[in-house]
């Protein structure tokens, strides 16, 4: 750890309540370095507690404050479980700042009809609070690291809402959605389940296994079909060299791609190429 890191750890450990003069004169890269210190040790609940009890996140992170005290009353307190995530996570930085923010939104988007407590949308709102904060954005991350963070939170809820009646095709949105981030993705899903129900954290694990299996072929499919995709333009120069029209034409163009999948020719010719190939060995 950055001596200057250690030093400050050191003090707001001791009980100290700092001024916001006192944390205005710390310097930015020791803030931002102490924050991902605490971020990637094996247990942050310790340096987060002292964080917290010193002032250090309610001045500087007000918007992570608002969860400390929220919870309870029909619904888990938000301070612990969102701790317990972030020990969860792997020793993945960005991932590890997401799981920090996933419920900042909570508390603006709570609602109770009844004994019944809902927080829709609050991923979408914990994204914008985290990627709009002037605090974030100014001591901690440049647009890109924002936005990728702020892009996990966003989209943790649709990876928890998976079940196996999802089509591929909604799959495929998803990981277009998630981009590079996709393992990402996966891991904090599998890092927010703090239930102490076996049955919960079983079939959130089997969830999120299956998911990731699926896009997994989903990849290996997409790529196959990449591999014998024939060049843009080949079933109208086959139409109108082989003067034919729809299932003529279908069985013609199968004829070429399974050649390409048998690796008899390949499928970077020019696209009138595969009509001098037909005529010279199908008629």
């Not at 019944?116 to 990627?131: C, D, M, Q």
């Not at 008899?264 to 001098?276: C, Q, R």
């Amino acid at each position: 750890m950055d001596e200057d890191v250690f030093r400050f750890m050191k003090l707001v450990k001791f009980g100290s309540v700092l001024t916001h003069s006192q944390i205005d004169a710390i310097p930015r890269t020791v803030l931002r370095a102490t924050f991902d210190a605490a971020l990637m040790s094996s247990d942050p609940s310790d340096p987060f507690s002292a964080l917290e009890s010193s002032g250090v996140i309610g001045y500087v992170l007000p918007n992570l404050q608002k969860i400390v005290k929220f919870g309870g009353n029909g619904h888990k307190r938000l301070w612990p479980h969102t701790l317990q995530v972030v020990s969860q996570c792997p020793k993945s930085l960005f991932v590890r700042w997401a799981a920090l923010y996933h419920d900042v939104g909570k508390p603006h988007t709570i609602k109770r009809v009844g004994k019944i407590v809902s927080f829709h949308n609050h991923e979408v709102v914990s994204a914008h609070l985290f990627v709009s904060d002037t605090r974030v954005a100014g001591l901690f991350f440049n647009r890109s690291e924002r936005n990728y963070v702020a892009n996990l939170i966003k989209l943790l809820g649709k990876f928890e809402a998976y079940d196996k009646t999802w089509t591929n095709s909604g799959i495929r949105r998803l990981m277009r959605d998630a981009g590079d981030s996709w393992r990402d993705m996966i891991s904090l899903a599998q890092a927010d389940v703090t239930s102490v129900n076996p049955r919960i954290r079983t079939h959130v694990a089997v969830s999120i296994s299956e998911l990731s299996h699926r896009a997994q072929t989903i990849r290996l499919e997409d790529a196959n079909e990449r591999a014998v995709r024939l060049p843009k333009g080949v079933g109208n120069f086959v139409s109108q060299g082989c003067n034919v029209s729809g299932r003529e034409l279908g069985n013609i163009m199968r004829k070429i791609q399974d050649a390409v999948k048998k690796n008899e020719i390949t499928n970077d010719h020019a696209a009138e190429w595969y009509v001098s190939w037909y005529k010279e060995n199908h008629c």
